[in-house]
């Protein structure tokens, strides 16, 4: 299943950071833990949060027996960053760390269980993820 960005609708910047309307669940079925989901991915859509989850000594955590809800963004989101900035953002520990755990939520969660809006807590000490529901689509708004 492919994530699709609206686009007829536009990026909304609010005080939280910008939200993203998508169609749909951003990746396919899952087929073990979360790093094996993302490296199944056929079309590759996800090279970069995988260079960050190994950087960032998650991956251990991530194909463990705790389950974790990650908005994994594909490589078209990292698109405005300089192959420097990229580069440096998936590879350097600290930076990778705060990536992976900005988009990482305790649990799962699942499309049909979410709410109109609501705001959970990322697994990155004091940030947060709002997420909401609007005519049937989900928008994550990042922080």
Known sequence: MELRFWKTKKDIEIPQGVAHPIDRVMFPLPV???????????ERRFTSILRAIFASGLAETLQGSKTFTLFAPTDKAF????????????????????????HLLPGTLYTNGMRYFQIKDSLLQDKQLTLSKQS?????ISI
């Open 79 to 102: 698109a405005a960053l300089s192959t420097e900035e990229l580069s440096r953002t998936v590879t350097d520990k600290i930076l990778a760390r705060e990536l992976i755990l900005r």
């Open 32 to 42: 073990g833990d979360i790093v094996q989901t993302l490296q199944s991915d056929r």
């Open 136 to 140: 049937g689509k989900n928008h994550i």
